[in-house]
């Protein structure tokens, strides 16, 4: 039987995989492929969802509520804030809105694996500046890589899935570099665990506002625990959140997410306790693993970045054989979620093994 004849896809969709999750955890296992927050949710934000808009009706459109908290608690004007079905619909959004046929989006290599789709669904070119040697973003070399076909760059940091930070003066320096017209993303969905001192954090900074090119990115996902809701937000200004809103399929945030959203605001003080246990086991699995003799970068998230080469796709499938998940990326090292207690023991017993 010859194939059926199929509509035609533009060469660059087809050339591109479409994304694919981590693997998912048996019951037995643990599940540390996606950088997920490993406590139940709160009582009370669990509750937050029996309060919704009734499912016979569209959620508001704008998410008015949660905007106007958030504009509350950073102090700008809602307008200047942009929720959305998780921080990867801005992402796309925001490029969607600048970067079209012959036009380019710098990011760094290795950094989150949606970047690399976003410009090419776009239509546009992606640029990729390799990590420096310490896995780190290399601000020099992505100032340089700006031409006049740049439209946007994404800077992510704490990066994943390797984990330093950009600092406040290194970006400073950089957004010196960068065109005012070309559009800067700063995504921080990490920025709960960030311990550094000296690291950007594009809000206590107001960065947006010295540089209205800059547009910073934070998720509910993380240290909020609520990925499965799909909820993230922009701040920046507010004609550039104007097109990203026009770029997003409009009603995608339910009135569950939003809900939630603001019940995790009203939990904050309990909820970042909570970070604060993963930062502690951040630590402890990143100086055991360095005991060991792993050459761990500093990470400033709740995961950590095993850089294993050559040898990656066994070292992962020794994880997985003690149902421990991980994220491996072929040929060049592993992301670790920071997980339950007994899984960082875990993760510890197994990589001793592994040297
Ligand atoms: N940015 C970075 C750097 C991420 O790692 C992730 C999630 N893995 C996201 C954005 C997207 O998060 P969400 O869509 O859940 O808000």
């Given at each position: 039987m010859t194939d059926p004849i199929l509509p035609r896809i533009r060469p660059a969709i087809a050339a591109l995989a479409p994304y694919r999750q981590g693997k998912q955890a048996g019951p037995d296992a643990y599940k540390l492929s996606s950088n997920e927050n490993p406590f139940e949710p709160l009582p009370s934000v669990a509750a937050a969802?029996?309060?919704?808009?009734?499912?016979n009706r569209y959620p508001d459109a704008t998410a008015g509520r949660l905007r106007a908290r958030l504009g509350a608690r950073y102090a700008v004007e809602p307008d200047q804030v942009h929720v959305a079905a998780g921080s990867v619909s801005i992402l796309h959004q925001l490029i969607l809105a600048t970067a079209s046929v012959g036009d380019e989006v710098v990011y760094a290599?290795?950094?989150?694996?949606?970047?690399?789709?976003l410009p090419l669904v776009a239509g546009a070119t992606g640029v990729q500046v390799p990590l420096t040697?310490?896995?780190?973003?290399?601000l020099d070399a992505m100032a340089d890589a700006v031409t006049e076909r740049t439209r946007a760059v994404i800077l992510c940091t704490p990066n994943n899935p390797t984990g330093p930070i950009i600092t406040s003066d290194e970006f400073a320096t950089f957004v010196e570099r960068v065109p005012t017209d070309v559009l800067i993303i700063l995504?921080?969905?990490?920025?709960?665990f960030v311990t550094a001192?000296?690291?950007?954090d594009g809000l206590a900074e107001r960065v947006f506002e010295r540089h209205p090119n800059v547009v910073v990115l934070r998720t509910f996902s993380k240290a909020y625990g609520l990925a499965g809701l799909r909820i993230g937000y922009a701040i920046g200004n507010e004609k550039v959140l104007d097109a990203a809103r026009t770029t997003g399929i409009p009603l995608s945030v339910t009135s569950a997410a939003e809900n939630a959203a603001i019940a995790s605001l009203d939990a904050e003080a309990e909820l970042l306790e909570r970070v604060a246990v993963i930062v502690e086991r951040r630590t402890r699995l990143v100086q055991g693993l360095r005991a060991q003799g792993w050459d761990v970068p500093d990470s400033q998230a709740n995961f950590i970045w095993l850089p294993t080469g050559e040898r990656t796709d066994d070292v992962a499938a020794a994880f997985v054989a003690a149902d421990l998940i991980v994220r491996p990326f072929s040929g060049d090292g592993i992301r670790i979620s920071v997980g339950e207690e007994a899984a960082v023991d875990r993760v510890l017993e197994v990589a001793s093994t592994l040297r």
């Amino acid at each position: 039987m010859t194939d059926p004849i199929l509509p035609r896809i533009r060469p660059a969709i087809a050339a591109l995989a479409p994304y694919r999750q981590g693997k998912q955890a048996g019951p037995d296992a643990y599940k540390l492929s996606s950088n997920e927050n490993p406590f139940e949710p709160l009582p009370s934000v669990a509750a937050a969802l029996q309060h919704t808009t009734p499912i016979n009706r569209y959620p508001d459109a704008t998410a008015g509520r949660l905007r106007a908290r958030l504009g509350a608690r950073y102090a700008v004007e809602p307008d200047q804030v942009h929720v959305a079905a998780g921080s990867v619909s801005i992402l796309h959004q925001l490029i969607l809105a600048t970067a079209s046929v012959g036009d380019e989006v710098v990011y760094a290599w290795r950094s989150f694996e949606a970047y690399p789709s976003l410009p090419l669904v776009a239509g546009a070119t992606g640029v990729q500046v390799p990590l420096t040697a310490d896995a780190r973003h290399d601000l020099d070399a992505m100032a340089d890589a700006v031409t006049e076909r740049t439209r946007a760059v994404i800077l992510c940091t704490p990066n994943n899935p390797t984990g330093p930070i950009i600092t406040s003066d290194e970006f400073a320096t950089f957004v010196e570099r960068v065109p005012t017209d070309v559009l800067i993303i700063l995504d921080e969905a990490y920025a709960e665990f960030v311990t550094a001192p000296g690291a950007v954090d594009g809000l206590a900074e107001r960065v947006f506002e010295r540089h209205p090119n800059v547009v910073v990115l934070r998720t509910f996902s993380k240290a909020y625990g609520l990925a499965g809701l799909r909820i993230g937000y922009a701040i920046g200004n507010e004609k550039v959140l104007d097109a990203a809103r026009t770029t997003g399929i409009p009603l995608s945030v339910t009135s569950a997410a939003e809900n939630a959203a603001i019940a995790s605001l009203d939990a904050e003080a309990e909820l970042l306790e909570r970070v604060a246990v993963i930062v502690e086991r951040r630590t402890r699995l990143v100086q055991g693993l360095r005991a060991q003799g792993w050459d761990v970068p500093d990470s400033q998230a709740n995961f950590i970045w095993l850089p294993t080469g050559e040898r990656t796709d066994d070292v992962a499938a020794a994880f997985v054989a003690a149902d421990l998940i991980v994220r491996p990326f072929s040929g060049d090292g592993i992301r670790i979620s920071v997980g339950e207690e007994a899984a960082v023991d875990r993760v510890l017993e197994v990589a001793s093994t592994l040297r």
